[in-house]
């Protein structure tokens, strides 16, 4: 059965106390500041530790066992594009607040940042939903990421978008005198009201996501719904035939992080307040297994297989990043290693301080492994052995 530990209980019944709201003199409720204001103020009223501003860190000085590679704003998520020599990533804007964000490059060779060409002209013969209109690339604001060859040998990548719209925006990737550029190629908006976090790409040009919780829903109803251990969202699967399908046996907890398995047959989905990762099989809906873990946020699966999860250790709802206006948030995280076939896993990394926190994914690349966060202005890397 899930349920929450002692100290999320306990902010998730703060949180309810402190979005309630006085009747005002006229006998109606006051406006309902962002859940975003509200997590800040909880957080200022928690007594937890916030980190905040650490000047030092801001030269972007690597240490003796992690390289910073730094000007990025958010570096969420990250995928490796052929040839090992370039990352794309995600910059996105503060979590909850749905501002514009970017797609940039991370060049492994010079260890700096890119920018990465977008074409958002629309294509003759879209790949996605073929009714779902272009979205407003100004307002564009990229979260879960993620890259396949489809069977036609295009190079794809997706991106959940929450600019203006909950969407999975479709790109074609193509390089030309080692330069790659992106091309927009369609979308596709789930049904009812989401609330989406992550996508995973299956070969034949269908795709999985992931929805939190209904975007409408006000965030104390959401708490009271974690504190409670009732289900909030679920897994999408999207096929061009067929359109949206919950996938059975997810639904669960703010499911986050999602993967598929080299050979499309199982999916691997961060429940993050649920404080597990678990195994359903595509065909079947079955969940065949499931690891503990601290609200794993997103999850990669590197060229043997291994499963990488990126957990954060500080409390989900009382401490945030609100007060890091510049350089990294420090909060504590872990990475954790799994086997897909047994679940089993372990802690690879642990860390608590610098040269950065709050890590929302651990990629495998050759012998490194790259690091990016939600809040903060950079990817790290460290050994991956």
Known sequence: MSYLNFPIAMSLLVLLAACSRAPNNEGTTNQRVSEAEQRRVLAE?????????????????SSADMTVHCGYKNPEDLVALP?????VVSEMAEFLTDAPGTLSLLNLDSGEREPLTVAWSPPASPRGDATCPAPDSAAFSPHGID???LVDGTLQLLVVNHGKRESVEFFEVTQSDENWQLAWQGCAIPPGDPFINDVAALEDGGF?????????????EVARKL???EPTGWVYEWRREQGFNKVPGSDDLMPNGIAVSGDNTKIYVNIYIGNK??????????REGEFTVQQPDNITVDDEGNLWVASH???PIAQTCALVTEGPCLLPYEVIKADPETMQAEVFLSQDGAPMGYATVALKVGDRLFMGSAHGDRVVSSPAH
Not at 278 to 286: E, N, Q, W
């Open 277 to 286: 990762t678990i195994k359903i099989d595509r065909s079947s809906g079955k």
């Open 45 to 61: 009223e928690s007594g937890l530790f916030q980190p905040v501003v650490v000047r030092e860190l801001l030269d972007c000085q």
């Open 313 to 315: 250790k500080n409390d």
């Open 227 to 229: 504190l409670s251990a």
């Open 208 to 220: 999985l996501v992931t929805h939190m919780w209904d975007k409408a829903t006000a965030f104390d």
């Open 83 to 87: 040839g090992g020599k370039y990352l």
């Open 147 to 149: 890259l396949t060859r």
